[in-house]
């Protein structure tokens, strides 16, 4: 079964420090690959995703992921953290031979920006 | 387009009481999700419907949890004789297949059984 596994429950940086959250899944097929954000008592916002082509992917607000099928990771980076960036993220990941389908998550990274 | 929505955003009830939740998907997408998430944990899927056949349901749905999609369009999900595990955010997500593959979330119904 895949899975997903985001190191790190808590990830501080300071204002302006680059933010680096990380991802590595379990799959010898590469799938879909997500990375959502979630604010408190909200649902989930779609950051960027990886399915085909450039392995590099930019997102919104600054964010982007590498997908490196040698090292089963998606890491999602941006070089300058900003207060507003304080939030929960989440990798996810889907099966390609169903056209996506159900999304699996990992745990959570809870990424808090210090002024 | 006006995204995702859920009703009822919260719900209190007791311990034994049946729940109903709806959700609208976004127009045209032809696939629906239900996940449950609890407090510091990643969505967790529950199930979802391609128009409206139930296409797959996870280990979680016990028999107490059901969900319909009647005419491919909104969706509920009830849960009978409700406990006080089944405390969770539900969220819904709606996508179309093979086209654009992320799923677009709902703000979440958060369920608290006293």
């Known amino acids: 079964a895949q899975s997903v596994t985001q190191l790190g429950s808590h990830v501080s940086v300071s204002e302006g420090a680059l933010v680096l959250l990380r991802c590595n899944y379990s799959s010898s097929v590469p799938p879909y690959l997500f990375w959502y954000v979630q604010y408190p008592n909200q649902g989930l916002q779609l950051l960027l995703k990886y399915t085909t082509g450039a392995t590099l992917v930019k997102g919104i607000n600054g964010f982007e992921a590498e997908f490196k099928k040698s090292e089963t990771s998606f890491h999602l980076t941006k070089p300058s953290a900003h207060m507003s960036d304080a939030a929960e993220y989440f990798c996810a990941v889907s099966d390609r031979g169903n056209q996506g389908g159900k999304l699996i998550f990992g745990q959570g990274t809870e990424l808090s920006v210090k002024p | 387009d006006t995204g995702v929505s859920q009703n009822p955003r919260h719900k209190i009830t007791k311990r034994g009481q049946n729940v109903t939740f709806r959700c609208d998907p976004i127009s045209e997408h032809n696939r629906l999700y239900w996940y449950r998430q609890t407090l510091g944990q990643g969505p967790e899927f529950l199930t979802y419907?391609?128009?409206?056949?139930?296409?797959?349901k996870s280990r979680l749905l016990s028999d107490r949890f059901s969900a319909e999609r009647p005419k491919g369009s909104f969706s509920t999900l009830e849960i009978q004789r409700t406990e006080q595990g089944d405390s969770a955010m539900y969220l819904c997500a709606s996508s179309v297949s093979g086209v654009t593959y992320e799923q677009y979330f709902g703000p979440g119904t958060r369920l608290t059984v006293t």
């Open positions: 419907f391609q128009n409206e056949a139930q296409l797959e």
